[in-house]
């Protein structure tokens, strides 16, 4: 333990703060065409990025060392946690995790500035002085409200308080790295369209520069929400996996915008339209990111995420402020210069689908942030606080989501500027009917197979308002199932034309036309593959419809049948180890058919740091089907009795196979577009291995939950073959299972 | 570090003041004011340009090494050491730079003045031309919407070129000196010849052989002989569809 650590770490936020700002002074003033300071704003943005990088590992090293000397240290660890999870404190708590998100931009800064070497020199001044405001605000935030190394006011204690139990697993430690890759990354495209503003040039040149980069971003986004998704489904114990929680929503912001901005960018690449619009919607994901921190760090909306109240709201207020002000001011005083050069032409254009789905992105982002932050404004103008239930926000924005998938898979059979009616016929048909068909199948099979086509739901409010969303609440499952048929058509057809034509030129062998025609056209076809894995997502989300719940009482020996399962409890199990006492629920499993299907066992653990607060570990029998999930109440071990929530989840898993899908879609658009005689043959391998890095990276975030699955079915639930006993007593449900599949 | 960076070897690059893009040149005196460090002479100054680009990988090895024989704890420190170092090492030479110590001003200039953005436009425009071909091939597109996008993208991709040529004629001309002089130093050409001098000055490109030209058969307009496309009609002057065209975008 080094004993100036405190200082050393305090003295290097208040260092890299003086450097960001000297780096910040020399690329303002190569703004005004001098080589030289550009070449010293580009060391100094290098020498500035080392310095956070140093400082975070002094904050790591504070860790390992068990420094109980640093609060924040105190506060989030303590001696019995392994070395992991020592690590993952860094962003367990407010103030470790804002010096994680400089240290990510930091990263970003300096890949930016090695990637602009010898390119985009008109515009390289102030994306560097950008992305140091954003860093000396972060600077700023810590060093006067929120230091990591600030010391404990009473002493340092013998031993911390360690981690929160919640954040203790696998999801912890991956869920907000890659979030916060995808809030930072989009710090990168912000600042180009703060260069593009600034500087006047506001044709092709940036929308060019931060296509991959925006790219990037939203797939860090993805991945951080698929994973903050089955976090909360394994780990909150409610059954579900999305609960429109204020830090979810906050999340899921901007990761809408960057959705509308990565098809609105088309349009200005090929047609010049839409400028403000792209240049409004990239500022808008940077501000939500930003909106989203706040969210998570200030503790103004109550949420499972939330640290506790602290001063930090109101730098960020101001921060946001500035944002929101800075881009509104520059976009007005640009205005004469983004005129659009082209205009729709027919409402059967891409053009127009892409405005479309724009405006229902757009609109769902409204929707989203006016709700989340509800609470706020009711307070201020009500004065109530008003909170906003997740019946709420499931009845609305299954419209919006379900009007934003259509538009998805009509959007690819559109030409530009318009479709003409021979395209329509031959682009439609086949979609369209399959969509169609499926309708029709789904309506006359569906309930026999427990998939009914129509699931009556109760009206969430009153009026004809409420009639009608009721009944498009009631039709929700056979629109999904037949718009997901109309996707995977859309996206299997647009995959077949071109492969036809391909060969039609070229006389290849179908495989090796596939390949060529990916190849030539990565962004497009990768596209495809992430509408894929998006529908498979939404089949996922579609089996909420018909997923059946109840909850029981049960003593050792009785059984409970649920959705046809049949769940018997053979009793209560105490283990023990250093950190934590657990109390498992040993339940058999028998499925349908009759057969055995092993035992789950869901658990009680209190954590000897935090014994007032036992945590819930659930229990989930998992296949493509559906899954069962288990969750135990309460459990009394001297009377052998128990209370189970018992979870049937259809389709679930396909949201995880969507989201791989997405990773690798979006990695095929992401792979460098650079000729081999245009950077030579080493400069290609360096930027395919960093491309690849970057994929295999996305790859092992969004796959890691797999092989937390066989973890956690190993050493939480082990589910081992065990006979039925006969004689099981008679279940009593305190509450019939809700919803019926058969 | 400390490569010779006297007024007469580094002078400043008429090119460097030439472009739009980093016109100042008042720099170029800045840059040669300083004297080489003492000491150090080239060798040793590769010596530590090396060691400096090898440093953080020498870091992260020592780290793993001592994390797996001495614990998690002196790996950490370690790295942290190395980041340290790396940025008192940047931000050594950024005032360096800025102090004229360093030649990097100047060779940073070069590069800043080549086209950078302009190559990825022009990309991105080739790529929206293989696009449209691609989507014309689909039928997902009229003839005269083809049309009419294809001379607006021509039209761009005409002005990024232009722009292109513009930024690189500084660096093309002393290309064609140097060719030149090497010629002559090995008797190929006839230093000093005035009308090829006075032909590049105008810009002018030599006109290719009369056999490499090409007559477009639908409209009969003459075109140069690589061309796959007549600059007048836009029809193919192959009748084999070219494997490129296929499939070939980016969106």
């Known amino acids: 333990m080094l004993q100036s650590m405190p200082d050393l770490g305090t003295s290097l936020l208040l260092t890299a703060l003086v450097l960001a700002g ?33 400082t975070i590992l002094v904050l790591a090293y504070a860790f390992v060392s068990h420094d109980f000397r640093i609060s924040y240290v105190a506060r989030y660890s303590d001696r019995s946690m392994p070395v992991g999870y020592l690590i993952a404190a860094l962003w367990g708590g407010q103030d470790g995790s804002l010096l994680w998100w400089l240290f990510l931009l930091s990263g970003f800064t300096a890949s930016v500035v090695f990637w ?50 919640l954040l203790q697993n696998i999801y912890m430690t991956i869920h907000p790295p890659s979030l916060y890759m995808g809030f930072v990354a989009c710090s990168v495209p912000f600042a180009f369209a703060m260069a593009a503003l600034i500087s006047g040039r506001l044709d092709n040149e940036w929308i060019v520069a931060v296509r991959q980069w925006m790219l990037l971003a939203w797939l860090f986004l993805s991945i951080g929400n698929a994973l903050g998704m089955l976090w909360a489904y394994v780990e909150l114990g409610w059954g579900g996996y999305w609960a429109w929680d204020p830090v979810e929503n906050a999340s899921l912001l901007p990761w809408l915008s960057a959705t509308a901005y990565v098809h609105s960018t088309m349009l200005q690449e090929r047609r010049s339209m839409v400028k403000i619009w792209n240049l409004f919607l990239i500022s808008l994901t940077f501000f939500l990111t930003i909106f989203g921190t706040f969210l998570t760090r200030s503790g103004v909306i109550a949420s499972v995420h939330s640290f506790a109240q602290s001063e930090i709201g109101t730098y960020f207020l101001w921060f946001l402020g500035f944002i929101a002000a800075t881009s509104a001011a520059l976009i007005v005083w640009r205005l004469p210069r983004l005129r659009a050069e082209a205009s729709i032409e027919s409402p059967w254009s891409r053009e127009a689908a892409f405005v479309a ?90 309930h026999r197979f427990g998939y009914p086509a129509i699931v009556v739901s109760d009206p969430v409010v009153s009026g004809p308002v409420g009639s009608v969303l009721q009944r498009v609440g009631s039709t929700v499952p056979v629109i999904t199932s037949s718009l997901a048929a109309l996707n995977l058509t ?110 789950l066992s869901p658990a009680k653990f209190a954590y000897r740091s935090r014994p007032d607060q036992p945590t819930t570990e659930i229990a989930v029998l998992h296949s493509m089907r559906e899954d069962l999930y288990l ?26 196979v969507g989201v791989i899908v997405l990773v690798f879609g979006a990695a095929i658009s992401l ?35 797999a092989s937390a699955y066989a973890f956690g079915g190993q050493s939480r639930w082990t589910a081992r073959p065990q006979a039925t006993a006969s004689g099981a007593a008679q279940a009593a449900p305190i509450q019939a299972p809700s919803g019926s599949r058969r | 570090m400390s490569k010779k960076t006297s007024k007469g070897t580094h002078p400043a690059k008429p090119s460097a003041a030439a472009t739009p893009s980093a016109p100042s040149s008042s720099t170029a005196p800045e840059a040669g004011a300083r004297m080489p460090a003492p000491g150090l002479d080239e060798k040793a100054s590769r010596v530590l340009h090396a060691a400096r680009r090898w440093f953080p990988a020498a870091g992260i090895v020592l780290a793993i090494v001592l994390g797996s024989t001495h614990g998690v704890g002196l790996a950490v420190l370690v790295l942290a050491a190395t980041a340290l170092l ?40 080739l790529r929206a031309l293989k696009d449209l071909e691609f989507e014309r091939s689909l039928g997902k597109i009229s003839e005269q919407d083809y049309e009419d996008l294809k001379r607006t993208y021509r039209a761009r991709a005409k002005q990024v070129l232009q722009q292109l040529d513009k930024q690189n004629e500084a660096a093309r001309r002393e290309a064609e000196r140097l060719a030149d002089e090497y010629l002559a130093s090995r008797g190929l050409v006839q230093k000093g010849n005035d009308a090829s001098e006075a032909a590049r000055d105008a810009g002018a490109r030599p006109e290719p052989a009369l056999q490499d030209r090409r007559v477009c058969g639908a409209c009969g307009t003459d075109n140069e002989g690589d061309a796959r496309f007549c600059k007048k009609c836009g029809s193919p002057m192959n009748a084999k569809v070219d494997e490129s065209e296929v499939g070939s975008d980016a969106s």
């Open chain 1, 116 to 165: 602009l070497r010898g390119r985009y020199v008109a515009l390289q001044p102030y994306v560097i002085a950008t992305l140091m405001v954003i860093t000396m605000f972060f600077e700023v935030v810590m060093i006067f409200a929120a230091d990591p190394f600030a010391t404990n006011t009473f002493g340092t204690p013998m031993d911390g308080s360690g981690l929160n139990p």
């Open chain 1, 631 to 656: 969750v135990v109440g309460s459990v009394d071990q001297a009377a052998g009795r128990m209370t189970l929530q018992a979870h049937v989840n259809p389709l679930v898993s396909w949201i995880w």
């Open chain 1, 490 to 599: 859309v996206v299997i057809q647009e995959f077949w034309r071109g492969v036809m034509a391909r060969r039609k030129a070229t006389g290849e062998n179908p495989l090796a036309a596939l390949v060529g025609l990916v190849g030539k056209a990565r962004r497009r076809y990768g596209g495809y593959v992430v509408h894929f894995g998006i529908t498979l997502m939404f089949i996922g989300f579609l089996g909420q419809a018909w997923g059946v719940r109840g909850e029981v009482s049960l003593k050792a020996g009785e059984s409970y049948t649920i959705d046809g399962i049949t769940l018997r409890f053979t009793g209560v199990r105490h283990e023990a180890d250093t950190a934590k006492e657990m109390l498992f629920a040993d339940i058999a499993v028998t499925d349908r058919s009759g057969k055995d299907r092993g035992v």
């Open chain 1, 22 to 54: 000297y780096t910040f002074a020399l690329a303002v003033a190569s703004a005004n065409g001098r080589p030289r300071m550009l070449a010293a704003a580009r060391l100094a943005a290098y020498g500035t990025s080392s310095l956070i990088a140093t």
């Open chain 2, 86 to 125: 790396l940025a008192v090492s940047a931000i050594w030479a950024s005032l360096q730079v800025l102090a004229g110590d360093r030649p990097e001003g100047i060779e940073h200039a070069i590069p800043l003045t080549l086209a950078g953005g302009e190559i990825e436009q022009k990309a991105s425009l």
């Open chain 1, 357 to 446: 789905n724009n405006w229902a992105l757009l609109g769902a982002t409204v929707f989203v942030a006016v709700a989340t932050t509800f609470p706020i404004t009711s307070k201020a103008l009500l004065h109530e606080t008003v909170t906003v239930g997740p019946t709420f926000f499931n009845r609305w924005m299954v419209p919006v989501g379900l009007t934003i998938f259509l538009l998805m898979g009509l959007a690819p059979l559109f030409g530009w500027r318009k479709t003409s009616p021979k395209a329509v016929r031959t682009g439609f048909v086949f979609p369209l009917g399959a969509a169609l068909l499926t309708a029709v199948v789904h309506a006359a099979v569906g």
């Open chain 1, 671 to 705: 792979w460098p577009e650079v000729s081999l005689s245009q950077v030579g043959a080493w400069g290609y391998a360096r930027m395919a291995a960093t491309t690849l890095a970057g994929t295999l990276l996305a790859l092992l975030l969004a796959a890691l939950p």
